[in-house]
């Protein structure tokens, strides 16, 4: 069972186009995290989101935390080719010997000029 | 700075034979994960270390599938025998519990082929 669902799985997009992409779940978290992972490579973090309601921007990608920390989204505005790749959202599960992330099976992203 | 290390890059292997992969954490970080990737499954966390001690083995698919840290700067992940149905992508990835949030920096990870 997959504790956070993104959708959708899979997006083809023109140049330009704004889109938003989700992550789901039943569970709270004390954090969650957007990576984008680049073909061959491996995930590089985003953003970080702590609180309910939050919202961070950087640059044309902004990302909301919902308000019960349970979801969140990530929404581009004028996609461009370099934003194509695998998005994946992860939660934190924390203990106090250390934090475990639950990833997300991610959104493949593609944008053609 | 480098970051997370990883060797192989790739792997190549027939069915039966141990493998080992190797991960190199950033210098400071004390927190280490093994992950590996499939399309069909994601990213799935394998184990986890703590200041060189294993947390959550939990992920580990089974007895053929072990891990070490005997210190900060260096881990293995050892496959014996290795089956056809391991390959994937494996990737280390490591934190430090000053960072915000416990973001984790990853490695380009090994891609084993196991035929």
């Known amino acids: 069972t997959q504790l956070l669902e993104q959708s959708p799985q899979f997006l083809s997009i023109q140049e330009g186009e704004n889109l938003t992409v989700y992550c789901n779940s039943s569970?709270?978290?004390?954090?969650l995290q957007w990576y984008r992972q680049e073909p061959g490579e491996g995930p590089v973090l985003l953003v970080t989101v702590v609180t309910g309601g939050e919202v961070k921007k950087l640059k044309r990608l902004t990302f909301q935390f919902g308000d019960a920390r349970k979801d969140s989204s990530l929404h581009i505005t004028a996609a461009q080719p370099g934003d194509t790749g695998l998005y994946l959202c992860?939660?934190?599960?924390?203990?106090?010997?250390?934090?475990?992330?639950?990833f997300g099976k991610g959104t493949s992203l593609l944008v053609t000029p | 700075d480098a970051g997370v290390i990883q060797s192989p890059r790739h792997e190549v292997t027939e069915m039966g034979q141990e493998v080992t992969l190797r991960c190199k954490p950033i210098s400071g970080h004390n927190s280490l994960f093994w992950y590996r990737q499939t399309m069909m499954r994601g990213l799935e966390l394998l184990i986890y270390f703590n200041n060189n001690v294993p947390i959550d083995d939990s992920g580990m698919p089974e007895d053929r599938f072990s891990a070490k840290m005997p210190n900060a700067s260096f881990s293995t992940l050892k496959i014996q025998p290795s089956e056809p149905r391991d390959s994937a992508v494996y990737f280390c990835?490591?934190?430090?519990?000053?960072?915000?949030?416990?973001?984790?920096?990853f490695g380009p990870g090994t891609r084993l082929t196991v035929t």
């Open positions: 569970s709270v978290f004390s954090s």
């Open positions: 990835a490591s934190s430090f519990p000053g960072l915000a949030a416990y973001e984790q920096y």
């Open positions: 992860a939660g934190a599960r924390g203990s106090n010997s250390g934090y475990a992330l639950n």
